[in-house]
């Protein structure tokens, strides 16, 4: 009976995380964002998996995955902490890498390059001191091998609707610390714990006292969603828009559609309509029109296929 239950419960996972087509036009210039990537800097991602959307109606937000970026493997000072990563990751060592909590994988270490077509955004902590950035990412590897935490997903959407049969706190692991438990974990807690260990501010709650004095309560990191790095006003955010727009006034040159022509979030109905209806675009008809970024690879390979 419980290899049934096992084969059920991978089947399901199997199908809540396999991922839906790309789009066809990537939001953020890859090999910009991740040139930009420094150590210890959280990424977010728009996933495309049927768990991704779940995610988004939960905590109203279009970012569902939250990862550290570690840097490369030369780049971890302590010897032990690189070795715990050669057990993890086989692959290239001057491969960039992030650490991530995954529902059907756990706490894994993996290639930035994994998330190449899809929508990501750097939050950056501002002013972490380069020791502090090195035992955040250390607390996070050791979190290697961790088991997902399915449970605390499931007290997060509780958490977070407004309407419920059950008292949201009642029987929620949410509000429990089980220190002789399993350790199990799910993308932003572990992050925002990797944080508290060096008193780093995410969403602190700030008691003002009468006398003018501020205290700082740090946050239970249970209840971290990926879009409180992106609203934290402690961390940077850094975009690198697939198309930049850094020129004063370049964006009138963009080639645009007839306005009569609205994109209501359906791709797949959309090109068809456009390729339909719309004319060719007589103002811009190259990349290179545009004025891209002075070696911008994309932009090339791209003007290449035209």
Request: proline share 7%.
């Amino acid at each position: 009976m419980s290899d049934v239950v096992q084969w059920l419960a991978k089947a399901l996972s199997d199908w809540l995380v396999k991922d839906g087509p790309p789009p066809n036009s990537p939001l953020c210039d890859f090999k910009r964002l991740n040139f930009e990537l420094r150590l210890g800097d959280v990424l977010l991602v728009e996933g495309r998996s049927r768990i991704s959307e779940v995610i988004k109606i939960i905590t109203q937000s279009a970012w569902t995955h939250s990862a550290i970026y570690i840097g490369r493997l030369y780049d971890i000072k302590d010897p032990n902490l690189q070795t715990l990563i050669a057990k993890h990751f086989q692959g290239d060592p001057s491969e960039q890498l992030l650490i991530e909590s995954l529902l059907h994988e756990g706490t894994i270490v993996a290639p930035v390059s994994k998330y190449h077509m899809d929508h990501l955004r750097i939050c950056r902590p501002t002013g972490l001191d380069p020791d502090d950035a090195h035992a955040v990412i250390g607390h996070a590897i050791r979190g290697l091998g961790s088991s997902y935490d399915v449970r605390h997903l499931l007290d997060l959407a509780r958490f977070f609707f407004p309407w419920t049969i059950l008292p949201r706190r009642w029987r929620s692991s949410l509000f429990e610390h089980n220190a002789g438990g399993p350790t199990r974990t799910v993308c932003s807690c572990l992050l925002a714990e990797a944080f508290n260990q060096v008193n780093f501010p995410i969403l602190p709650f700030i008691d003002r006292s009468d006398d003018g004095s501020i205290r700082f309560f740090k946050r239970n990191p249970r209840l971290f969603t990926p879009k409180d790095f992106d609203y934290s006003p402690y961390f940077n955010i850094i975009k690198y828009p697939f198309l930049g727009l850094d020129d004063l006034g370049v964006y009138r040159r963009l080639p645009w559609c007839d306005e009569a022509m609205m994109y209501n979030d359906n791709e797949s109905e959309f090109t068809e309509q456009a390729q339909n209806y719309c004319e060719p675009c007589a103002t811009v008809t190259h990349l290179h029109e545009v004025k891209p970024k002075t070696g911008d690879e994309t932009y090339q390979q791209l003007e290449n296929k035209t």
